[in-house]
């Protein structure tokens, strides 16, 4: 069965205190939530533990926004796959643009990364999308088949049951232009059609899909109504809690 997911990326954004606030008013605001759709938090490593304690009792899940490339030793400034789990972690956000492109993460990076977050039992949100040299060039089928197949050809069809797609074109990220709903619904089709193709109908049919980039209460409605759009990875509009909320209730 497909879930719904509304997940918010919080990026490099707000203090503890400040993070803590956001993620009980998250809490208050999704009691109203209808059950099919669930919600997620990603905030920054230093806000895990104690927003935690704050999504306790609830059924907010938590995220981190990356994890490390090996299990644990001598990588400064590194957080392992265990350490998340640890701390209550039951998703990892892997591949978002921004690391892609300000970090050097690779797909084969990515290909260890996902490994290592599926052996320890975390569920993996990885992100695919073109920048606007690649939309504008027509290549943008080919640029997000090719990272899809890059990392999830590496796996089985069981390991996808634990993984959801998110599908960020990076020229609507941040920028208020959102892709239209026919643009992300398009991309999305493909998406799932590279997955039908190695994995099969039934594990295509039952990915989630998410699109994210200026996703808000006022357009995230056109976009879920489409069909193999499963709800959105939410940046700027995940910082205030009646936005995020505003979302996730357009199902
Ligand atoms: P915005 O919603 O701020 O465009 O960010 C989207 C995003 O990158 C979520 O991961």
């Known amino acids: 069965m497909r879930k719904y997911i509304v997940a918010g990326n919080w990026k490099m954004n707000t203090t503890v205190p400040e993070g803590v606030e956001l993620a009980k008013a998250v809490v208050a605001a999704a009691k109203e939530l209808p059950a099919n759709v669930e919600l997620v938090v990603a905030p920054p490593f230093t806000h895990l533990y104690p927003v935690a304690e704050a999504l306790k ?43 892609r492109q300000y970090y050097g993460e690779t797909d084969e990076k990515l290909v260890v990364k996902t490994k290592l977050a599926l052996e320890a039992g975390l569920k993996v949100i990885l992100c695919v ?40 074109p990076v020229w609507a990220i941040g920028t208020g232009k959102t892709a239209t709903a026919a643009q992300a619904e398009e991309i999305h089709a ?62």
């Open 57 to 99: 009792g609830s059924k907010v899940k938590l995220s981190a926004q990356n994890c490390a490339d090996h299990e644990k030793g001598a990588y400064t400034g590194e957080v392992a796959v265990n350490m998340l789990t640890s701390v209550g972690c039951e998703y990892t956000i892997l591949g978002h643009s921004e690391r």
């Open 129 to 168: 999308g073109e920048n606007l040299d690649e939309r504008e060039a027509g290549k943008h089928f080919d640029v997000v088949t090719a990272q899809t197949k890059a990392v999830l050809y590496n796996f089985t069809a069981e390991d996808l049951k634990k993984v959801v797609i998110a599908y960020e």
């Open 190 to 251: 493909c998406i799932r059609s590279v997955i039908a193709e190695k994995f099969g109908l039934e594990a295509a049919d039952d990915m989630t899909i998410l699109y994210g980039g200026s996703c808000k209460p006022s357009n995230a409605k056109e976009l879920f109504a489409e069909k193999d759009i499963d709800g959105g990875l939410i940046g700027g509009a995940a910082l205030k809690a009646e936005d995020f909320l505003g979302i996730a209730k357009s199902f």
